[in-house]
């Protein structure tokens, strides 16, 4: 295998870059791993509040020392902190405001996500794992946008937007937008548009991805 | 009329083998460990148990599952990197897994509590997790048909109770408390603290006295392992 330079977007740029997209004032569900990180880049005057399916809305950042409560964790069971105006609910509660729509966006990982917008992220479906799908499926349909956050090639560089999924669905038609550290791709009723590209040419890009493109990132707004 | 109980034993007395056992908690949240390792105590077997996990390190649930007590388990996110014993009897095929999305499994519950039949969910739709079930497109959304999950016990960990059994939580160990409550026939809840009736402030009670039958406190519960990261 050739050893390709490193390009693109680093996973904190691409955080910073989902950040910018978040709007003012949102409620938003950050998922487990990379989208995490989402959260170091939002500004205090966002006034973007933070829900965590386990239980709460106005989580602050990860809790360190004295701050460590065992009954204070997120959905990744990491120690966090609250902030001023958080509040705390029961688990059929939680889902209910996120199947209910009142979640404005939620940012997931992805193994694959479809050129319809189909999000494939719990399993592997190999046959020695062993499956768990916790909150996946209910964050994927729940939030108003559904935004996914990857690398768009695999390690083996296989693209992980595709015509069709091939690993085991998460969700149907979901998926809103897609930021990877190549391109930021739109899912349209027409197919998918490309709105940004970073280091790539859209004709790469094509290459790149079996997926039909429609090329958008000459359009004004971002 | 509750109970309140002095030992842990006594709270969970009479589990009988073979019962479906709801257990709060979220990793180690809320995880009732105190009234876990009475009922590991009291020799129950061959359970269904339903919690989001299958258990984190060695103590409370985990532990259940070490010993072999646990037949099934109705769970939305075994796999943990501390779930280890919970692994190697589900890859010795000695524990049954129904896998059931986390919002789904919340609302099942809250379903059974709540005198509800079956419920319309668009979670999962066109999913593995969906196979076999009911379906139906409503106001052009495809939803699947999803049946409350009630229990013969529940064990749950709140923060304080008054002796009628008015339950107050802290933070996110509230979790699934509420609604595992309501769904269960018998429901043994430990509490750091029992303080007398009218001691709780009626506007701040989470779980009503009417959902609660027995009270153990357990007022310095040992401390679980440090939580550690590990998936929903």
Redesign the interface.
């Known amino acids: 295998m050739t050893a390709v330079a490193p390009r693109g977007l680093s996973t904190d740029e691409l955080a910073a870059r989902v950040a910018r997209d978040i709007p003012h004032g949102a409620y938003v569900n950050l998922g487990i791993g990379l989208p995490t990180r989402i959260s170091n880049h939002l500004s205090p005057d966002s006034q973007i509040v933070l829900h965590t399916e386990n239980g709460m809305l106005g989580m602050g950042p990860e809790a360190h020392g004295d701050e460590v409560d065992p009954d204070l964790i997120n959905a990744g069971k990491v120690p966090v902190t609250e902030l001023p105006g958080a509040s705390y609910f029961h688990h059929a509660d939680s889902f209910a405001m996120m199947r209910g729509g009142h979640l404005d966006v939620c940012v997931l990982g992805a193994y694959q996500v479809s050129a319809r917008g189909d999000l494939a992220n719990w399993h592997t479906g190999r046959p020695d794992d062993i499956p768990a799908v916790g909150g996946a499926m209910d964050l994927a349909i729940g939030a108003k946008q559904t935004y996914v956050m990857m690398n768009l090639l695999s390690r083996d560089g296989t693209p992980k937007l595709v015509p069709e999924c091939t690993y085991p669905l998460t969700g149907v038609g979901c998926v809103s937008r897609v930021y990877t550290d190549l391109a930021v791709f739109l899912i349209e009723d027409e197919g998918v548009a490309v709105r940004e590209l970073f280091d790539c040419g859209f004709d790469e890009l094509m290459h790149l991805l079996e997926v039909p493109l429609l090329d958008r990132t000459r359009q004004g707004d971002r | 009329m509750v109970s309140i109980l002095h030992e842990p034993t006594a709270a969970v007395a009479g589990i009988p083998d073979g019962a479906t056992v709801m257990i709060g908690g979220?990793?180690?949240?809320?995880q009732p460990v105190e009234l876990i390792d009475a009922l590991i105590a009291s020799g129950a077997t061959d359970l269904t148990v339903v919690n989001?996990n299958a258990g984190?390190g060695d103590v409370g649930l985990a532990a259940l599952i070490r010993t072999g007590r646990v037949r099934k388990i109705v769970c939305?996110?075994?796999?943990?990197r501390d779930s280890w014993h919970f692994?190697q009897k589900?890859?010795a095929g000695e524990i049954e897994?129904e896998?059931?999305?986390?919002?789904?499994?919340?609302?099942r519950?809250?379903a059974a509590g709540a005198g509800i039949g079956a419920f319309y969910?668009?979670?999962?739709?066109?999913?593995?997790?969906a196979d076999g079930k009911e379906t139906r497109v409503i106001d052009g959304r495809?939803y699947v048909l999803e049946y409350p999950l009630r229990a013969d016990y529940a064990l749950v960990k709140a923060y304080r109770a008054d002796e009628l059994g008015n339950l107050v939580?802290?933070?996110?160990?509230?979790?699934?408390?509420?609604?595992m409550a309501a769904a269960a026939t018998t429901t043994i809840v430990q509490v750091e603290e029992v303080v007398p009736v009218g001691e709780l402030d009626p506007e701040i009670i989470?779980t009503p006295s009417i959902y609660v039958d027995r009270i153990v406190r357990v007022s310095a519960p040992v401390?679980?392992t440090?939580?550690?990261?590990?998936?929903?």
């Open positions: 979220f990793g180690t949240a809320g989001n984190n939305s996110f075994p796999r943990q692994d589900y890859r897994l896998l059931v999305p986390q919002g789904n499994l919340a609302e519950i809250r969910t668009p979670t999962g739709y066109g999913t593995s997790l495809s939580y802290r933070k996110t160990a509230r979790n699934f408390g509420p609604i989470v401390p679980v440090e939580p550690v990261g590990a998936g929903r």
